[in-house]
């Protein structure tokens, strides 16, 4: 029972300060990550103190170069990818909404691609690693929804259609079988690879993508990162312009961050219950 009390009250005390610090610097630029999206049901890569889980997502060398790797990459997408379009709008997401309501927040920055803070009615979202809800043909440009592309796919593959295995970050799926006679859909224009558009790892953000990040932290008082362990170099990056720049930064997460000597308030806490609580301080009333 203690230790609950003593959950509860690092809770109430974690919220508190979060509204002090919003309300200290009221025009946030906002970092997430996968820790934001794991009340929806969207499996984590890294553990609390930052390292895989699991083996690491897909190469885009890889994707591009290798049938074998886009075969057992697309078939496992057509199980685990049900998963991240059914997922609902968690607490975290719809804390962050409620605080760009009320004209607090610049941009919410997102390193998921799972679109929840746009469902959770975000406007002022950059998504940084892109979107996993459609594909690119990496030829000519042409761009679909990516549930057509699956929809194409169960139809062209009604073995692998019928399958079923637990769900992996990202769209994937823990299956293990023979994937060489997987047919894949290519792009209907020109028959080149699609490619969901998603930063993969070993890929770049966009340019246009990671300008409109700095612009919008320029305009910033102060960085607040949600729910990321900040290891990837295109998020930690900010941080540390950020730190060049003599905002404050603050950190809410479960675990360890790459950013915890730039860190000016860090809150190792359950997110949703801690921005939940300080959305109510902040209130009127
Ligand atoms: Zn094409």
New binding site residues.
């Given amino acids: 029972m203690t230790q609950v009390n003593n959950a509860g009250n690092d809770i109430i005390r974690a919220g508190e300060e979060l509204a002090a610090f919003i309300t200290r610097y009221p025009r946030l630029w906002v970092i997430t990550g996968a820790g934001v999206s794991t009340d929806s049901g969207i499996p984590d890569y890294r553990d609390a103190n930052g390292q895989w889980k699991r083996s690491p997502p897909v190469q885009h060398g890889d994707f591009m170069a290798s049938k074998a790797v886009r075969q057992r990459y697309w078939a496992r997408a057509l199980i685990g990818f049900k998963a991240m379009g059914q997922a609902p709008v968690g607490g975290a997401h719809r804390v962050l909404a409620a605080l760009e309501a009320q004209g607090l927040v610049e941009a919410v920055v997102t390193q998921n691609v799972d679109r929840l803070h746009q469902r959770a009615g975000s406007k002022r979202v950059i998504d940084l690693h892109g979107r996993a809800d459609t594909v690119s ?1 990496m ?2 440009g ?1 761009r679909m929804m990516r549930y057509a592309m699956h929809a194409e796919m169960a139809q062209m593959n009604p073995r692998f259609a019928a399958l079923d295995a637990a769900h992996a970050p990202d769209g994937d799926a823990d299956l293990e079988t023979d994937f060489s006679t997987f047919e894949i859909y290519p ?1 209907p ?2 028959s ?1 690879i699609l490619k969901p558009d998603v930063v993969y790892y070993g890929d770049v953000v966009p340019p246009e993508r990671r300008l409109a990040a700095q612009a919008a932290l320029a305009r910033s008082k102060a960085v607040l990162a949600v729910g990321t362990s900040l290891m990837v170099y295109s998020g930690y990056r900010f941080c540390r312009e950020a730190h060049a720049m003599g905002l404050p930064i603050a950190s809410l997460s479960l675990g360890v961050t790459r950013a915890d000597a730039l860190l000016s308030h860090q809150w190792r806490a359950p997110l949703t219950p801690v921005l939940e609580h300080a959305l109510a301080c902040l209130r009127p009333g």
């Fill in positions: 043909c030829r000519c042409y792009c224009r020109c080149g």
